[in-house]
């Protein structure tokens, strides 16, 4: 399995060079040049449909240049109940886990943050994403910083049976300890957010922030549709639904996301 990028990984961090210079967008199909994506955030320029942000991207749009250091790590996941092709798969994927944590500047804030990364198996939460949230809780609480955490996450590993699950308690706990404390913490939720993840520090946040359109959810709507044998209304379980239905606090565009971080910490930040 590939090596922990260490401490000093950058947030520049990009998408991996591709052959292709061109990308599909899953919303419009449109055909797009790779270098006006990434110049707009990873937003198409036609219909304005998001694609999906890895960590790396993540913390080059929401931090200040070269301030991230991945001080929160963890060996790699281990295959604790000998799931048939579970560790052949972690060790093909170039990331050690799905979660990077660390502590960054964002204006002029000193935070923790925690980044989830869809393009590891789907953001999915297994013991090693249960413990560096847990981690960077327990650092935000030591440094009383703030504490920041993206989600993109399809929910518990199932790979990992119980084990994943017992993550939702774990993270949530450490997460409790910093309301106690009086320690913000601001959650940051991508799409999609679902399962575990959603049911557990995702919804926690002093503050919860929705990135538009973003699908947030315990059990997606095909799931629900099957099991109630009922049509749910127009942009179920979609951000602006859920703020709408008091459990957004903000829907932020991917533009605006920064600027609404760094003004809910010069307010809310009493560090």
């Known amino acids: 399995m590939p090596k922990n990028e260490g401490r000093n990984r950058s947030e520049e961090k990009n998408r991996p060079e591709e052959k ?15 270098k006006e994506l ?8 036609k219909c304005q449909g998001y694609f999906r942000l ?6 080059h749009m929401l931090v200040e240049e070269k301030s991230f250091r991945e001080t929160i790590t963890r060996p790699p996941s281990f295959d604790h109940l000998g799931f048939p092709g579970y560790a052949a798969k972690t060790a093909n994927l170039s990331a050690s886990d799905a979660i990077v944590a660390g502590t960054a500047s964002i204006g002029k804030h000193e935070v923790v943050i925690a ?3 869809f393009e590891f198996m789907g953001g999915s939460m297994g013991s090693v994403v249960g413990d560096k949230v847990a981690m960077a809780a327990e650092a935000a609480l030591k440094s009383r910083r703030p504490l920041i955490v993206v989600s993109s996450s399809g929910g518990a590993r199932m790979q ?3 084990i994943s699950l017992m993550q ?4 949530s706990a450490a997460i409790a300890r910093l309301d106690e404390a009086g320690v ?14 959603s049911a557990s520090y995702a919804m926690l946040g002093d503050v919860n922030i929705a990135e538009r359109g973003a699908l947030i959810c315990f059990a997606g709507p095909r799931v629900i549709e099957e099991t109630i044998k009922q049509k749910l209304p127009d942009g179920f379980q979609r951000a602006e639904f859920l703020e709408e239905h008091g459990m957004v606090d903000i829907v932020s565009d991917r533009k605006s996301l920064k600027g ?4 809910l910490l010069d307010i809310l930040d009493f560090s």
Request: glycine letters at 8%; hydrophobic letters at 45%.
């Open 184 to 197: 913000l913490f601001i959650s940051i939720m991508a799409d999609p957010t679902a399962g575990g993840v």
């Open 115 to 117: 980044v989830m990364d």
């Open 260 to 263: 609404i971080l760094i003004k």
């Open 20 to 34: 292709s210079l061109w990308r599909k967008c899953p919303a419009c199909d449109e055909i797009i040049y790779d």
């Open 54 to 59: 890895n960590a790396g991207e993540r913390l």
């Open 38 to 45: 990434k110049e707009n955030l990873w937003v198409c320029p």
């Open 160 to 162: 990992e049976g119980i």
């Open 168 to 171: 939702m308690a774990k993270a």
